[in-house]
């Protein structure tokens, strides 16, 4: 069974960091592509990042470039995002996407407030 869950949301204020974990489960995660998506409250889903299933490529959306890194442990079988400097617009749900088949994990809550 694919399962991808994802760690480490919560509360910030502007400014801070958080590091989000996707672990993944019940494919081959270290050959695959992954990435992460976001959805504000009332807006679309949209895309935040990617990574090659080796991890010498990555993408990223303009909005968060410069401030977000995604990387991966294919050994771990865990897909990351580091984020820094939070903005307020940043607060959404973030999912971790396995693209073969269209898998979402259940989504984590980052909420960056004073």
């Known amino acids: 069974q694919v399962q991808l869950v994802e760690s480490g949301g919560g509360l910030v204020q502007p400014g801070g960091s958080l590091r989000l974990s996707c672990e993944a489960s019940?494919?081959?995660?270290?050959?695959?592509?992954m990435r992460w998506y976001r959805q504000a409250p009332d807006k679309e889903r949209e895309f935040v990042a990617a990574?090659?299933?080796?991890?010498?490529?990555?993408s990223y959306a303009d909005s968060v470039k410069g401030r977000f890194t995604i990387s991966r442990d294919n050994v771990q079988n865990t897909l990351y995002l580091q984020m820094n400097s939070l903005k307020h617009e940043d607060t959404a749900v973030y999912y971790c996407?396995?693209?073969?088949?269209?898998?979402w994990g259940q989504g984590i809550h980052v909420t960056v407030s004073s």
């Open positions: 990574i090659s299933s080796t991890g010498d490529a990555t």
């Open positions: 019940g494919f081959a995660f270290s050959r695959n592509l």
């Open positions: 996407h396995y693209p073969r088949f269209d898998i």
